[in-house]
């Protein structure tokens, strides 16, 4: 979490206005909290690969370890 970029996630979800649930943009410190539940998630988990995903961030568990990734939203004509 210490080197993935929160801050460039948050203005890309300011640029094209997504918003969570209807009640806007997450700040950072939302999406922060958000993958740090999904990077939980995916550590409890019993199988040796899962994944978790909400809101564009999804978590992987792998024999290896842990990655967290965000997916960009493609609109259609793009």
């Given at each position: 979490?210490?080197?993935?970029?929160?801050?460039?996630v948050?203005?890309?979800?300011?640029?094209?206005?997504?918003?969570?649930?209807?009640?806007?943009?997450?700040?950072?410190?939302?999406?922060?909290?958000?993958?740090?539940?999904?990077?939980s998630n995916?550590?409890?988990?019993?199988?040796?690969?899962?994944?978790?995903s909400?809101?564009?961030?999804?978590?992987y568990?792998?024999?290896?370890?842990?990655?967290?990734?965000?997916?960009?939203?493609?609109?259609?004509?793009?």
């Amino acid at each position: 979490m210490k080197t993935f970029d929160f801050e460039k996630v948050h203005s890309y979800m300011q640029e094209v206005n997504w918003q969570w649930r209807g009640e806007g943009v997450p700040e950072p410190r939302e999406l922060k909290m958000t993958a740090f539940t999904l990077l939980s998630n995916v550590i409890n988990a019993d199988e040796p690969a899962f994944n978790s995903s909400t809101g564009g961030f999804t978590a992987y568990k792998m024999p290896w370890g842990l990655s967290l990734h965000f997916s960009l939203e493609r609109k259609a004509g793009y």
